[in-house]
């Protein structure tokens, strides 16, 4: 069909202008000058691995065969120990460990030519090569499965496997089991995308290629993606965006990476015309951003080029791997899936709670707007920018969120979907790790310290439009206090309505309101500066409420209410605009004394 093959044609091209970057006897990829906490020589050989996510599933589906040949040449030197462009000799913790998932994934895909390309000396450079993934330590994390990977790619060419390599690693992952299709990515880590691109993407693949010789453990893998993916759905729009959140968001369209891997391995779960438009929606919103260098290269960033939200771990080759992405292009354009028409997201809840990852998904606007409510996600690894990846109170498909450019000024302190604090310094303190996290199927409770002995109690109540906050703080001190809701492009704000209690900013793409519903705060406009936002690169608007908090106890309560429609529609604007509504609440679910 047209179809597959715009697609294939699309992967194409992003391989034929990585190539010319391949230097070294085509065994690093160089495109760019930026640095991870891995060095430059490493870095180019994981740009070298993640163009395999690309070529192998091409390679499987018949195409690109043209390309096998500079991989090959790239494996043959790369895998040489005598070679002086070796890829060298693993040690703890080393990022090409992780590459090496893409080897065993190409290595199981079928008829990709690359094993049998080999030579038998350097089949047998490649295995010893790989095989030191199974000798290092690794964190205890997501990385357990890329070993695994390794061990499944020897057995697909018919070369030994070790089973107690796998059931060192496989094992280890059983801890971080939530129950209800979730993991967390290690213990007490995040649940964000790595569940799904990592966790069951991986054992769905393994589920796929070793249900002949481990099928108890395949068919456990493949029952808890069934459920994970009736909560996963509720991440994406009908648009086709998700939402972003959390870290790694540079690996873009890696968030279906997941769908791919259900459509590729014929999970029973939904139907094929729901997956496929599920995955060609996404991809087509994704082929729509000015993520792409001029040159054809992917860039650092999320849907524009921008180093503000990147990690310690991203080099310039790091992106690629949203290429996971394209896994159904190993799919035989005669496959169900290439075959049948792409359908709409089923109808979905309005409000959906994920209790296993602390979250609520928010549906809008007829599902072309998903936003999401969460606490307690803290990471120990203290990664770049992590109070804005998972520390917000929400995050939104179509409005995003800001990233923090500095403590110092409210500009710069990303106080959107926050409450904010300053000892009347004008550096600001949010939310970060949460003492306490409750939910039910009405609201998320959580307790946390912006300072030793300030608690905050915050309970986050969700409803169709955007959802209502209450927080009582106990300060032994003054402080001043702003609550942001969702910021908007500030290029394209049309209007800006302020009232005693409420600031409504409404732009060409959409409206954010923000309601003081116990007449406490004063409106107020915070405006972020360029690159802020993972969404645009605009300066971002925030509508805002401030106070002042002398010491003791104090209530606040707001309305975040958000649209991409043209306004907000009344029964929602007006829906929580009663002090009495809010009291309401409280003696019925918050307990307030």
Not at 21 to 36: C, K, V
Not at 194 to 217: A, C, K, N, T, W
Not at 243 to 251: A, D, E, N, V, W
Request: some cysteine; glycine content about 6%.
């Amino acid at each position: 069909m047209q179809e597959r093959q715009e697609y294939a044609e699309k992967a194409q091209q992003w391989l034929a202008s990585a190539i010319p970057h391949l230097t070294r006897e085509s065994t690093r990829l160089d495109i760019g000058e930026t640095s991870a906490q891995y060095p430059a020589d490493i870095a180019g050989m994981e740009g070298f691995a993640r163009l395999l996510w690309i070529l192998a599933p091409l390679l499987s589906g018949g195409e690109s065969g043209d390309y096998r040949e500079t991989f090959i040449r790239g494996i043959r030197h790369g895998c040489d120990a005598e070679h002086p462009d070796y890829w060298g000799d693993l040690v703890d913790n080393d990022q090409r460990c992780v590459e090496m998932a893409a080897f065993g994934v190409a290595l199981a895909l079928p008829n990709t030519g690359l094993w049998d390309a080999l030579t038998a000396d350097e089949q047998n450079n490649l295995e010893r090569w790989l095989r030191q993934s199974a000798d290092i330590q690794i964190p205890d994390n997501n990385w357990h499965f890329f070993p695994v990977l390794v061990q499944v790619g020897l057995k697909c060419v018919g070369q030994h496997y070790d089973m107690m390599v796998i059931d060192k690693h496989l094992n280890a992952i059983e801890p971080f089991w939530l129950g209800n299709g979730w993991y967390s990515d290690g213990e007490d880590k995040p649940r964000d995308y790595y569940i799904s691109s990592g966790f069951h993407f991986y054992s769905l693949l393994y589920s796929h290629f070793m249900q002949d010789v481990d099928p108890e453990r395949c068919l456990r893998y493949r029952q808890r993606a069934r459920q994970f993916a009736k909560d996963y759905i509720h991440y994406f729009t009908r648009n086709g965006n998700a939402i972003p959140f959390g870290r790694s968001l540079t690996y873009r369209f890696v968030q279906v990476a997941f769908w791919s891997a259900v459509a590729f391995t014929g999970l029973d779960i939904f139907s094929t015309p729901i997956i496929k438009g599920l995955i060609v929606r996404h991809l087509d919103w994704w082929l729509a951003q000015p993520f792409m260098s001029p040159d054809g290269l992917f860039t650092l960033g999320y849907t524009y080029p921008n180093l503000v939200m990147t990690e310690d771990y991203n080099s310039p080759c790091s992106p690629y791997w949203a290429c996971k992405a394209l896994l159904i292009l190993a799919l035989p354009e005669e496959s169900a899936f290439w075959q049948t028409e792409p359908a709409e997201l089923p109808e979905l809840e309005a409000v959906y709670p994920i209790k296993e990852a602390g979250q609520f998904i928010i549906h809008s606007d007829g599902n072309r707007h998903a936003s999401l409510l969460m606490s307690g996600q803290y990471d120990r690894n203290n990664f770049v920018n992590f109070d804005a990846k998972y520390g917000k109170f929400a995050y939104s498909s179509h409005f995003g969120f800001t990233l923090e450019r500095g403590i110092y000024g409210l500009n710069h302190a990303a106080c959107d979907s926050m409450l904010m604090f300053s000892e009347q310094d004008n550096y600001w303190r949010g939310r970060r790790k949460c003492e306490v996290v409750e939910m039910t199927d009405a609201l998320i409770r959580s307790v946390w310290r912006p300072w030793s002995d300030v608690i905050v109690t915050t309970w986050l109540i969700p409803h169709e439009y955007g959802h209502v906050r209450i927080h009582r703080v106990e300060t032994p001190r003054t402080l001043n206090c702003v609550e942001g809701g969702f910021a908007v492009n500030r290029h394209q704000l049309t209007r800006n309505d302020t009232t005693e209690n409420q600031l409504t900013l409404t732009a060409s793409t959409g409206v954010c309101q923000i309601v003081d519903l116990l007449g406490k705060c004063q409106p107020l406009t915070v405006t972020t500066p360029p690159n802020s936002n993972v969404m645009y690169s605009s300066p971002g608007e925030i509508p805002c409420l401030s106070t002042t908090l002398t010491p003791g106890t104090h209530w606040l309560a707001c309305a975040i209410n958000a649209t991409m429609l043209s306004s907000l529609p009344p029964p929602v604007a007006m829906a929580f605009d009663s002090v009495n509504q809010v009291l309401m609440l409280d003696s019925k679910t918050l307990e307030i004394k």
